[in-house]
């Protein structure tokens, strides 16, 4: 790939997992009643289709990784995990009694922090107890995510039990080096240990979380990890870019922009995993997404089914999110909200009888409209529209931003259609930033994303 193109397109920008992104949302929260008539909305027009997701947020670690830009709570007192979870089903609860009538789930997913902080029983009681309220469908989704270093046999079994199919490991890098750096340690061995109980248990689908441009890496330390990972065949790989933002994360200040790969090296060992990824067999199924052709992903991708949310790409139609616990975002597909960012102002306002939120933003018809567009070129690399031109001033605005991106011969613009190409892909970010209405009308003064290469 040409370095003047990585120069080129290396800005700040938003990795959509909605749209309008959070830093853009309208400044006035909606009303509780406004946010329960979208979510009734949203669920009786579609549930019995679709279902509904849970995103359900596990905040808590033992110990802080430098490179992590999630919402976590450091602490080892596992006193916490009771308590926590009875404010998630308080919240759950909330929610039941809007919507009268039991809910049937598509997905769930524990995301953190990290999930397996919490024992395998209180897991288990936690999920059981949503469960018992509501209805799975039969191709439901049920994922976490696990520290191969703490993930348990019983972790595993007692989650099958329950219907859990997947789990994500946050490997990142096996380089003892780099894992030094950002304080996250897993021995290949490890893995592979927890790799096996997984499979043992019936867990069809098993993804690796990488990260490139941590500290210290090399081609050559990237290599071996990248070995490791072909021996060890996980059914899908997510392969992010480092996002240094140490101004919001004051944990990366542990260490400094000079040990970071300079963008060059950064960007060959994109290209390295890149390589070493369809060699072994795996498709790139949507940005630093990659899977291998039996995977539920890789299919849904090749039908054209693919769909991203909060929880980034998934197989799942739902249109209704909810999201439970600290931080957690929800979409009604036509509203979005985000609860509490500290565990205790969130637990008071669950004690109290409150949903948690405290911000979201209504979406208008012009937020749908490009909403729509940037999902499916996020999802299938190509849109197309026909009389949104008219109904949308900003998606023709839009389209008036790409002279660029055409020259370069990262896409391929036709009457009512756009394409992006194979050499377009990894710059996909900056081609659905060009209609990103709400961005173009309030340039930030301060830095709110991290790199789009």
């Known amino acids: 790939m040409s370095f003047a193109l990585i120069r080129k397109y290396a800005v700040a920008g938003p990795r959509y997992t909605s749209y309008p992104t959070v830093p853009y949302w309208d400044e006035q929260k909606p009303r509780t009643s406004e946010w329960l008539d979208r979510v009734k909305h949203t669920f009786f027009h579609t549930q019995s289709s679709r279902g509904i997701s849970l995103y359900i947020h596990l905040p808590f670690c033992e110990s802080l990784c430098t490179y992590c830009g999630c919402n976590t709570r450091i602490t080892k007192n596992h006193a916490v995990e009771a308590p926590y979870i009875q404010a998630i089903l308080k919240e759950w609860s909330l929610y039941l009694d809007a919507l009268e009538v039991s809910p049937r789930i598509a997905e769930i997913h524990l995301g953190g922090g990290t999930p397996t902080f919490f024992s395998p029983q209180n897991l288990y009681n936690l999920i059981e107890a949503i469960l018992s309220s509501a209805t799975l469908m039969p191709e439901a989704e049920l994922s976490f995510e ?19 199919n997947r789990v994500s490991f946050g490997i990142q890098d096996f380089d003892a080096r780099v894992q030094k750096a950002i304080h996250r340690f897993q021995t290949e061995e490890e893995v592979d240990r927890v790799v096996k109980r997984a499979r043992k248990h019936g867990y069809s689908s098993i993804n690796f979380d990488l990260v490139y441009g941590l500290p210290f890496q090399t081609l050559q330390s990237m290599q071996q990890t990248l070995d490791a990972v072909a021996r060890l065949r ?9 996002a240094h933002v140490p101004w919001m994360k004051p944990g990366q200040r542990s260490f400094t922009e000079m040990d970071l790969p300079e963008p060059q090296l950064k960007r060959a060992l994109y290209e390295m995993g890149l390589m070493q990824f369809e060699q072994a067999g795996y498709r790139e199924i949507g940005m630093d997404h ?20 909060f929880m980034g790409y998934t197989t799942s139609r739902s249109r209704l999110l909810i999201g439970l616990g600290v931080s957690a975002i929800s979409d009604a597909w036509s509203a979005y909200i985000q609860n509490e960012k500290t565990v205790e102002a969130y637990t008071e306002r669950v004690n109290k009888g409150e949903l948690p939120f405290f911000k979201g933003h209504l979406l208008t018809q012009e937020d749908m409209i490009i909403r729509g567009h940037i999902t499916r070129l996020m999802c299938r690399f190509e849109t197309s529209w026909e009389n949104e031109v008219r109904q949308c001033d900003a998606w023709f605005e839009g389209l008036n931003r790409l002279d ?4 370069d011969g990262l896409i391929a613009l036709e009457p009512f259609h756009l394409k992006v190409l194979p050499k377009g892909q990894p710059f996909v970010r900056n081609i659905c930033m060009a209609f990103d209405a709400r961005l173009w009308r309030k340039q930030p003064q301060t830095p709110l994303f991290s790199s789009t290469v």
Not at 294 to 309: E, H, I, S, T, Y
Request: charged share 15%; glycine share 10%; net charge negative.
């Open 290 to 309: 990659f899977a291998l052709p039996g995977d539920a992903l890789f299919a849904a991708a090749n039908k054209g089914l693919l769909n991203r949310n």
């Open 234 to 242: 996980p059914d899908r790989i997510a392969f992010y870019s480092y």
């Open 146 to 164: 696990g520290h191969p270093a703490n993930t348990t046999e019983e972790h595993l079994a007692l989650l099958a039990e329950l219907g859990f």
């Open 404 to 407: 660029g991106f055409i020259e």
